[in-house]
Each structure stands twice: as C-alpha cells, then as structure tokens.
C-alpha cells in the first residue's frame, strides 16, 4: 500500500524565519514520484515541484528547496526567509507504478507566517 | 495553451437535488483526468479517474458518479446529495512530467 504522512499539523513562524515542512512516504514501487503542492486561501492547488525516485538531487528554486532522502522515505521542503505570502496549506503527494497515474496525498501541513 | 477549467465555483444544493460538476481541459488529447474531495480537514480523497473516454474508476463507494462523454470532459454527479457530499471538489490533470494540474474546485454546500 502507499502512503503519505505529514506528521505537522499546523505550523506557525514569524516572518523572516525559515521552516522545514516534514513529509515521510510509504511505497513498495521502486519507480515512483514525488510531490509538493501548495494550496493558498483561495483553494487552487499550485504544484511546487515534481521529483522522482531516481534523482535524489536536492532542488533549489529561490527560497525553496527540497531534501529527498530514499534512506528514510523522507521528502522535506523547507522555506527560507519566510514571507506572509506563504501563508497556506502544504502538501506532500505520491505517485507510484500504478495504474492511472494515481496520486496519494499527505493530509496537509498548515503554515501560518505572521508578520 | 493547456488548460482546465472547472465550473461552477459554488454551488447549495437541498439533500435530495442533483448534481453535475463538469471539468474540461485544453490543449491535450487523451489525457489522464482525476476528481479529488477535500472534506472540512483538509485530506485530499481520490473518487475517481479516467485514463480515456467511457473509462472510469472508482477508488471510494459513494453516492457519487462519473462519466467521460468526450476525450477532454470529465462529470460528476449525483442523482441525491446527501449532507456528507458537502465539500471542495477538485478536478485534475495528469500533465506527466509537471505534475498534476488541478481545476479551481468547486466548494458544494448540500443543505
């Protein structure tokens, strides 16, 4: 079975702090990926980044980046300087080998950047 | 340009009503489509997917349905909400190498 913890409910910071949000993933697949979507007041879902299992590479865009690490089924992204535009729900997604393409989802990390 | 559009953006609907969300998307052929529930709570639930037209699959048993009438348009519905069919549908597209994009939801309130 798959699965996508995010153990952090909620997480609150003030501005200009930076902040790791934790996402630890479950799968039996050895091709699979890996996602980070952010979803603002507004609702819309915005994808963030797109990894997979291959490329264990840390990605950084801007204040972003991402820490996969295949030894502990762990894909972190943490921002950097922290702004109250980041203000929203986080989550985390997995796709495996599975038919349809199907993604799994973390429950969500809210971040609250307080000026 | 690829795009998706997902209408309407609310709905109230009484316990009992139809239902009909549409999605359609832009650009592609033969795309992978997705809806996705997110209940008070925030957990992102798959109901169904459709890798091509007349496919559809059910993750959940639900009061909910879909169809796939045309390459690039994507239904759910309902023949009696029920209360707990409140929530935010989301409907998605399988872009591969960018992800999924998602539609701008539609925040249904069953009253």
């Known amino acids: 079975a798959q699965k996508v913890t995010q153990a952090q409910t909620e997480i609150s910071v003030v501005e200009k702090e930076d902040v790791t949000l934790d996402c630890v993933y479950e799968?039996?697949?050895?091709?699979?990926?890996l996602f980070w979507y952010k979803q603002p007041p507004s609702g819309e879902l915005v994808f963030l980044i797109r990894?997979?299992?291959?490329?264990?590479q840390n990605e950084i865009s801007g204040r972003y980046s991402w820490n996969f690490q295949k030894s502990t089924s762990s894909f972190n992204f943490t921002i950097t300087a922290s702004q109250v535009v980041d203000s929203a729900v986080y989550f985390c997604?997995?796709?495996?080998?599975?038919?349809?393409?199907?993604?799994?989802f973390g429950q969500g990390t809210e971040l609250s950047v307080k000026p | 340009s690829q795009t998706i559009h997902q209408w309407p953006a609310t709905l109230v609907q009484p316990v009992g009503s139809p239902l009909s969300l549409e999605c359609t998307v832009e650009?592609?052929?033969?795309?992978?489509l997705y809806w996705y529930r997110q209940a008070a709570g925030r957990g992102l639930q798959l109901l169904f997917y459709?890798?091509?037209?007349?496919?559809i699959s059910s993750e959940v048993p639900q009061n909910l349905s879909a169809s796939r009438p045309q390459d690039r348009q994507f239904i759910l519905s309902s023949k009696k909400l029920l209360l707990s069919d409140s929530g935010f549908y989301l409907c998605?597209?399988?872009?591969?190498?960018?992800?999924?994009?998602f539609g701008s939801g539609t925040r249904l309130t069953v009253v």
């Open positions: 998605a597209w399988d872009r591969t190498d960018y992800g999924y994009t």
């Open positions: 799968t039996r697949d050895t091709t699979y990926y």
């Open positions: 990894r997979n299992s291959f490329d264990e």
């Open positions: 997604a997995l796709r495996g080998n599975n038919q349809g393409g199907k993604l799994i």
């Open positions: 650009g592609t052929s033969n795309p992978n």
């Open positions: 459709s890798v091509g037209i007349g496919q």
